[in-house]
């Protein structure tokens, strides 16, 4: 059984900064591609950045200079740093990962329950 668990969001100011955590739990042998995502308000969801795990990075063009996606791989944990945070940045974040599985025989994608930011002033 393999899970993802994000934390870390919360009420911050316009300007401000908070770092999201996606923690892989369960029988996993390695984790691929990491993603965070996002859904504001009366949207769709959106991809907002990725991290294969060589560490090559993709990011939306509305996050690009003030999000930073990383990952320890050795904790089996993936991280959003947001910086600079606009009103429009609030969203429910999700995290998505594909895992392999205890023994390598099976690559899964996975969803967190997702976290709240929300920017207010």
């Known amino acids: 059984q393999v899970q993802l668990v994000e934390s870390g969001g919360g009420l911050v100011q316009p300007g401000g900064s908070l770092r999201l955590s996606c923690a892989a739990s369960?029988?996993?042998?390695?984790?691929?591609?990491i993603g965070w995502y996002r859904r504001a308000p009366g949207k769709e969801r959106e991809l907002v950045a990725t991290?294969?795990?060589?560490?090559?990075?993709e990011y939306a063009d509305s996050v690009k200079d003030r999000f930073t996606i990383s990952r320890n791989n050795a904790k089996n944990t993936g991280y959003l740093q947001m910086n600079s945070l606009k009103l429009e940045d609030t969203a429910v974040y999700y995290c998505?990962?594909?895992?392999?599985?205890?023994?390598?025989?099976?690559?899964?994608?996975?969803w967190g329950q997702g976290t709240q930011v929300t920017v207010s002033s």
């Open positions: 369960g029988s996993i042998s390695s984790i691929n591609t």
């Open positions: 998505n990962a594909d895992i392999w599985s205890d023994n390598g025989r099976y690559l899964r994608n996975y």
């Open positions: 991290i294969t795990r060589g560490g090559r990075t």
